[in-house]
């Protein structure tokens, strides 16, 4: 009777642990989370560095880079498993002008970079060579790469001179080298046709394990506007006006900061522009630029904060003067308004790439165009650190 019964013990033992330990193992290791816990799941990153010429023939290509650089964050972003984009610049020009060099570290807020690409200009100059390896070694040494070993690191060197090589400073083969050693691929990109430039251009490729590629002197990308973009640049606006920030002092100035950059870029920037960014925002890759840091609207609707738990200095102004049951339905409203207005951009976005495509297609599929081979060559060397990307550029 007692081995009977040990064996019925035994038995509803083990059918506990089989019911009962997927449960308790969830615990603690969630498969698929769900967005209420305080939890971050890993996303690939790539870590992109522009290196810019801005000496005064480059004017034409430093408006492309302003026009083109939300387009190429959102092909960037496209890739499965959606990644992460931070992208970071180095403008350079040439000892004797107003800056060697002038940095943007990387960042995810793009916001706040493309502020900062607005204020460059073209000028400077003179002598023929600029300052392409004093550039290179700041990129390489001076922004804040990534330390995951998946990550797709990649600076692409754009300009249309040589370097100097009579400088006594550290030349373009060992800041290469120092480049395989962090993981980075270096590609260049040739702006216009002057000679001198190509062998240099095509060493350092070779060496940094990318791509050479020539381009006119204005950048050589497709620039068209649709009939589609004044929309998503007014659903974009009103999608920045959903974000609320709370925090500490520290925290609430930072984001002060960046809603000021996206301010500017609103005052100043093109329509298509906006429209791009709009594009990008409202994807899965552009939320962290979206919402930067601390925005409770998200951290609300995901479950991560409750409006309890926030001291009163640490709301937002506009909830302040409410009461708590004012505050809550204020802040989901936001959160409903947000996800229409997303929807809404999608559906216009889907519109706009299928305008896009058909005029590409009837300007003869613009192979030779910067869109298509950074694409190419993203496609290619961030493959090697698990993306894969299959729909082409966005414009």
Known sequence: MKTK??????FALTLGVVVYYPQ???????????????????????DVVFVLDTTGSMSGLI?????????????????????EIRI?????????????TKLVDLSADLDSVY??????????????????????????????????????????????????????????????????????????????????????????????????FQV?????????TTPYDDKIAELSAKLDDTRLYYGTEEQK???????????KLQASASVAVLARRGVFNASVGGRANLLGENELVEAFTNGTVSLDEIEADALPAALKPMARAEQKAYVAGLATK????????????????????????EAGGLKDSLDQQLYEAVKEQAGKAGLEYEDGPSY
């Open 338 to 361: 947000r996800d229409d207005l997303k929807r809404r951009i999608r559906a216009l976005s889907e519109d706009r790439d299928s305008y896009l495509e058909k005029k590409v297609e």
């Open 63 to 83: 408006q492309t880079a302003k026009e083109k650089i939300w387009s190429i964050a959102t092909t960037m972003a496209s890739a499965q498993p959606t990644p």
């Open 216 to 224: 006119d002197q204005a950048g050589g990308a497709v620039a068209f």
């Open 24 to 46: 308790l193992l969830a615990r603690n290791i969630e498969v698929n989370p769900p967005l209420n816990r305080h939890i971050t799941l890993h996303r690939p990153r790539v």
């Open 253 to 263: 100035a930072r984001m002060k900061s960046k809603v000021a950059a996206t301010d």
């Open 88 to 100: 970071g610049l180095v403008a350079y020009r040439d000892r004797g002008d107003r800056y060697v």
């Open 115 to 212: 502020a900062k690409l607005m204020d460059f200009q073209a000028d400077g100059g003179g002598d023929t060579p600029e300052s392409v390896n004093k550039a290179l070694y700041d990129a390489v040494h001076d922004m804040s790469w990534s330390q995951d070993e998946q990550a797709y690191q990649v600076i692409f060197l754009v300009g249309d001179a040589p370097p100097h090589m009579d400088y006594n400073e550290v030349r373009y083969p060992a800041i290469v080298a120092d480049a395989l050693e962090k993981g980075i691929v270096i590609n260049t990109i040739q702006c216009g046709g002057m000679s001198t430039t190509v062998a240099p251009w095509t060493q350092i490729a070779s060496l940094g394990h990318g791509k050479f």
């Open 5 to 10: 019964l040990l064996g019925i013990a035994l």
